[in-house]
């Protein structure tokens, strides 16, 4: 019976989550399997890989071939290497204690790398607020200044209201009251000349 590392899809439309599973080659994709070995999650960022490393390597050594992409995942978590350096220790190669120091400086500097990987997230991720913030303010600083000036305008119209106001008042107070009294300045006018 051939069998295969890969992945089977779960989780809901838009949002997939993967078990990495060792199955019969022949069964369906979100069929029988024989083992689950783990669980991807590519939602988050950096994508979370929770996988049993020696569960792993004694698939492969038993000749499961993994898929493309459950490879990629398996050299990612470095069960190909744990893999590679078993067939080391097999033909005498390597001790097992150095085989395992290796996989251990392996394993710690690939956790300093996922590590600096998070952190210039995290700095991007309050970098980007931080500009954000500052067109926000920017914009703020803009509109209350608008207002003002919006303000300001509508304070002189109204003083140049009034004074117009009180011009066309004065001007009011110099002319004839009444019709009669128009009449009666014109008729003199008149009579003047």
Avoid: C
Avoid at 65 to 74: F, G, H, N, V
């Amino acid at each position: 019976m051939p069998v295969k590392i890969r992945l089977q899809r779960h989780g809901k439309k838009g949002k997939p989550l993967y078990w990495i599973v060792a199955a019969d080659a022949r069964a369906t994709r979100d069929g029988k399997y024989l083992e689950k070995l783990g669980v991807y999650n590519p939602n988050t960022n950096p994508a979370t890989i929770d996988l049993d490393v020696d569960g792993s390597v004694k698939w492969l050594q038993n000749g499961a071939q993994p898929t493309d992409t459950a490879k990629a995942i398996l050299s990612y978590k470095g069960v190909m290497l744990k893999n590679h350096l078993a067939g080391g220790v097999r033909k005498g190669a390597l001790t097992e204690e150095q085989a395992e120091a290796k996989f251990q400086a392996w394993l710690d500097e690939k956790d300093g790398k996922i590590d600096a990987k998070k952190e210039s997230l995290t700095k991007a991720e309050a970098d980007a607020k931080a500009k954000a913030l500052a067109a926000e303010i920017k914009v703020n600083e803009e509109r209350a200044a608008a207002a003002n000036e919006a303000a300001n305008a509508a304070i002189k119209a109204e003083a140049d209201a009034k004074a117009a106001a009180e011009a066309t008042e004065e001007v009011a107070e110099d002319a004839p009251q009444t019709i009669d009294d128009a009449q009666a300045a014109a008729q003199q006018e008149g009579k003047t000349e």
